[in-house]
């Protein structure tokens, strides 16, 4: 499978955007999918993952509640829904895809996407 994410852009602080990966092949349903994020100067951490089956949902404490992940099969797509924007969201955005049931972490994906970058004004 090949991804590719766009969606990212320049919000203020409080606003929304959402994400999207697009990808390739026929086998999409068949992958958790993952976002993670890198800062400048930082590593990149875990955002938000869905199972490729029973679609369940695990975020980061620093957006659950704020972030929703969601996958529609049909369009072999993934969103990352993010609401209530920080400037400490700032980061360029990666969408991933594994063939574990559950994964939280970067080695447990075997296939990254582009990155796109969000930027949240204070």
């Known amino acids: 499978v090949q991804l590719q994410a766009f969606g990212g852009g320049l919000v203020q602080a409080g606003g929304s955007l959402r994400l999207s990966c697009a990808a390739s092949?026929?086998?999409?349903?068949?992958?958790?999918m993952g976002w993670f994020r890198q800062a400048p100067g930082k590593e990149r951490e875990f955002v938000a993952a869905?199972?490729?089956?029973?679609?369940?949902?695990y975020y980061a404490e620093s957006v659950k509640g704020r972030f929703t992940i969601s996958r529609d099969n049909t369009k072999n797509t993934v969103y990352l829904q993010m609401n209530s924007l920080k400037p400490e969201d700032t980061a360029v955005y990666y969408c991933a895809a594994t063939r574990l049931l559950v994964a939280r972490s970067l080695s447990d994906y075997d296939t990254w996407g582009q990155g796109t970058l969000v930027t949240v004004s204070s």
């Open positions: 092949g026929r086998t999409f349903s068949s992958y958790g």
């Open positions: 869905i199972t490729r089956v029973d679609f369940n949902t």
